[in-house]
C-alpha cells in the first residue's frame, strides 16, 4: 500500500525523523491559510507547492513549484489542484492521460537561509530477497534518477546491508554517514537520521522507503524533504491506523473492486484475461499464454472458494477490460472441488447473459472427469480442456 508524500512524512515524524513541515490543503482556501501558518512558523516568505499523487518525478510534470509570495502560492496552487499531473511514473507516462491531482502540500522552504550551502543526498531502504536481508541504499546525487546513476556512475551509489536479526549496527550507521562525506554536526545528524529511519522502515512493516532528495541544509540539519513510502499489505492486519490512510482514489477502480470481494487482481496490458485458483498457478497460465502467442490481460486468483458468485464477480471484473478477447479459467481442484467450479462457470454465464469472447475452461483435480462433463452438457460457447497446453492451443486459436 502507497502513501503519500504527506502521509509518509508524519510516520517518519512519528519516529523522530526529522521533516520539511507542510500542510495539506485540498483548496486554495486552505493553501492560503496552510501559507500563512507556515510562513508565521518559518519567518520565510518562500513555501513549496507539491502534488499529492502517488507517482514520483512530479517536478517534471509541473507538479513541484517554488512560491516565493502569497501571488505566486495562489497562482501556483490554483494551477496544480485539479490537473491531470503526467509523470514519468504515471500510466503512460508522459504521453499518458496522468492522475488527477485532488490534494496538495504546502512545505516549508528546507533550502533557507543558504541554498547554495545545502546538499541533496539519496537514501531508500528495502528488502534485498536475494540475500534475505534489508538494505540501505544511498548516494550522494539526491534529487535525480537513482537508475541513471547507477547506471552511468555507479561507483556514486553505496550499499549497506543490514542483518534482521540484529538490526542496524552503530558502525553501520556511522558508514553511511562517512560514505557521504559528511563531517561533524551533519555527520551526526545524519548517524542518528539513519537509526530513526530503519526504526521507522521495520516498526512500520514497510517494503519501501525512499527520501530523495534528503537534504542537508545550511546549518548542517539533515531533514526528509521528500518520501516516498509503500507498506507490506499483508502486514496492514498489525497497523490498523495505517490501513486508514489508503487512499483508493489513486489505485486502479478495478482493482479496488476486485479487493472487495476479496479477488486478488491486478490488470496487465495483454488480451486474454485469466482466472486461476493459487498464485503460483496464475504465473504459470499467464507464462503459456506468452508462449503460445497472447498475452496475459490480468492476474486473478479467485482463491479456493471459487463458487458460483464468486466466479462472476471475477467474469465481470475481467470484462471490464475492453481488451480483452478471449477469457482462460484454469482451476486446480485441490481443496476447491472441480465439479462445483464448473458449475459456477455455467451458472455465472447463464446470469450474465451473453459474454460475447471465447471462454477456455481448464479443469484438473479433484471431480475433474465431472466437471468437463458439465461443461460439455451445458449447450454454452464454453471450450473445455484437460491439459494446459491443450488450453493454451485453444486460445491461440481463438485470437
Not at 172 to 194: C, D, P, T, W
Request: with cysteine; glycine share 10%; aromatic share 6%.
Amino acid at each position: 500500500m502507497n502513501l503519500h508524500e504527506y502521509q509518509g512524512k508524519e510516520l517518519l515524524k512519528s519516529f523522530g525523523v526529522a521533516i520539511q513541515e507542510g500542510i495539506v490543503a485540498e483548496n486554495l482556501e486552505e493553501a492560503v491559510a496552510a501559507y500563512h501558518k507556515i510562513k508565521a512558523e518559518s519567518g520565510n516568505d518562500f513555501a513549496i507547492v507539491k502534488a499529492q499523487i502517488h507517482a514520483g518525478g512530479r517536478g517534471k510534470g509541473g507538479g513541484v513549484k517554488l512560491a516565493k509570495n502569497l501571488d505566486e502560492l495562489k497562482e501556483h496552487a490554483g494551477n496544480i489542484l485539479g490537473m491531470m499531473l503526467k509523470t514519468p511514473q504515471t500510466p503512460g507516462g508522459m504521453e499518458g492521460a496522468g492522475k488527477l491531482v485532488r490534494k496538495i502540500l504546502i512545505a516549508e522552504d528546507a533550502y533557507a537561509p543558504d541554498f547554495d550551502a545545502c546538499k541533496e543526498i539519496y537514501i531508500s531502504i528495502l528488502m534485498d530477497r536475494g540475500r534475505k536481508q534489508n538494505v540501505i541504499i544511498y548516494s550522494t546525487e539526491g534529487g535525480m534518477d537513482i537508475e541513471k546513476v547507477a547506471e552511468e556512475t555507479p561507483h556514486l551509489v553505496h550499499k549497506e546491508y543490514i542483518d534482521p536479526k540484529l538490526g542496524l549496527l552503530p558502525f553501520q550507521a556511522r558508514k553511511v554517514a562517512f560514505n557521504l562525506g559528511l563531517s561533524g554536526k551533519a555527520f551526526k545528524e545524519m548517524r542518528s537520521f539513519i537509526s530513526k529511519l530503519y526504526k521507522a522502515f521495520v516498526a512500520s512493516d514497510a517494503s519501501l522507503f525512499e527520501i530523495n532528495p534528503c537534504v542537508k541544509t545550511g546549518d548542517d540539519r539533515i531533514i526528509a524533504v521528500d518520501s516516498k513510502v509503500s507498506l507490506d499489505d499483508n502486514a496492514l492486519f498489525r497497523h490498523k491506523d495505517l490501513a486508514e490512510l489508503r487512499d483508493t482514489d489513486e489505485e486502479d477502480p478495478t482493482e479496488v473492486e476486485a479487493k472487495s470481494y476479496g479477488l486478488n487482481y491486478v490488470k496487465l496490458d495483454g488480451n486474454v484475461g485469466c482466472m486461476v485458483n493459487g498464485a503460483g498457478l496464475a504465473m504459470a497460465t499467464m507464462d503459456i499464454i506468452k508462449l503460445s502467442g497472447g498475452e496475459p490481460a490480468n492476474f486473478l486468483d479467485v482463491g479456493g472458494t471459487a463458487d458460483a458468485a464468486r466466479v462472476e464477480q471475477a467474469f465481470r471484473i475481467i470484462l471490464k477490460d475492453p481488451n480483452v478477447k478471449a477469457i482462460l479459467i484454469n482451476i486446480f481442484g485441490g481443496i476447491v472441488r472441480c465439479d462445483r467450479v464448473a458449475q459456477g462457470v455455467v451458472d455465472a454465464y447463464k446470469n450474465m447473459g451473453n459474454i460475447s469472447v471465447p471462454i477456455i475452461v481448464r479443469l484438473q483435480g479433484t471431480n475433474a472427469d465431472i466437471a468437463k462433463k458439465i461443461i460439455d452438457d451445458s449447450g454454452l460457447e464454453v471450450k473445455s480442456a484437460i491439459l494446459l497446453q491443450e488450453a493454451a492451443d485453444i486460445v491461440k486459436a481463438v485470437l
